[in-house]
């Protein structure tokens, strides 16, 4: 039972152009959202996160958008660079008890000049 | 800056082997798990500690085991390697009581089962 889905394997997107990422979540308790990125053979590193009392958060060229009701947020990069290829995982969490991470299955972004 | 270090890079293994991947994190944080990442199906927890010597299974802990005997140490077990274990496994660390925060991971170690 995927709780958390990232339902596009893959996405292609212009240099200077803008990235949006889906995901959606299953379990209505969850009140913690992040998105990791992670380039081969490293570990994920730590992008944005959000918590559900807000529906925006942003982070220079990253904005996480939060829609309680659709159980969907986003990860919007403007403007996307050659950098940012990677793939890119949406997590979900509790603020409080148990803390553990449910993570999607990832989507893979390739940036092309 | 938190440092999560894992013990190797790559390891290979021979079906039927004792395992053992370890894991060390520099920030006194009190949680720690255990994923794998395997192409299509994200990352899944395999185990995860809240404080020393305290552990619970994830969504997938069976041929798994851990151990946590130093709050900055947190080791995964293969009990009897298979070639379904061939894995990326990575480690992760965070603070344990938060008012919601994030989870830093180590570099990971790709372990191939033959």
């Known amino acids: 039972d995927q709780q958390v889905k990232q339902n596009s394997p893959s996405l292609s997107v212009q240099e200077g152009r803008i990235s949006i990422l889906n995901c959606d979540y299953t379990n209505s308790m969850f009140d913690y959202f992040l998105w990791y990125k992670k380039y081969p053979a490293e570990g994920p590193t730590f992008l944005i996160s959000i918590s559900s009392i807000k529906d925006k958060n942003e982070d220079g060229r990253f904005t996480v958008f939060l829609n309680k009701s659709a159980k969907h947020l986003s990860l919007h990069i403007v403007p996307s660079q050659p950098g940012d290829s990677a793939v890119y995982f949406c997590a979900a969490s509790f603020i409080q008890g148990a803390q553990k991470l449910v993570f999607g299955q990832g989507t893979r972004l390739t940036i092309n000049p | 800056d938190v440092k999560v270090t894992q013990s190797s890079r790559y390891l290979v293994k021979r079906t039927g082997e004792k395992v053992f991947l370890e894991c060390v994190q520099d920030m006194d944080h009190e949680n720690m798990f255990w994923y794998r990442q395997d192409p299509g199906l994200g990352l899944r927890l395999i185990y995860f500690s809240y404080d020393v010597k305290m552990k619970e299974k994830g969504d997938i802990p069976e041929g798994y085991s851990v151990s946590r005997e130093k709050k900055e140490r947190f080791s995964l077990i293969l009990e009897s390697a298979s070639t379904n274990q061939t894995s990326m496994y990575l480690c992760?660390?965070?603070?344990?009581?938060?008012?919601?925060?994030?989870?830093?991971f180590g570099q990971g170690t790709r372990l191939t089962v033959v």
């Open positions: 992760a660390s965070q603070v344990g009581q938060g008012v919601g925060t994030e989870a830093f």
